[in-house]
């Protein structure tokens, strides 16, 4: 999935998120947490065999 304010990824069984809005020192806002939510939301899935 692509996203705007975060760089999100899986390195092993490890999820990995990192904040991508160094204009404004990667403060948080409704965004990009909602972006951090559907990062999870989309790790938390079972996967399909």
Not at 14 to 38: M, Y
């Amino acid at each position: 999935m692509c996203y705007e304010n975060i760089i999100a990824y899986k390195d092993g069984g490890i999820g990995v998120i990192k904040f991508n809005r160094p204009e404004v020192r990667n403060a948080l806002d409704s965004k990009t947490l909602e972006e951090i939510e559907q990062a999870m939301e989309v790790w938390g899935k079972p996967r399909r065999s």
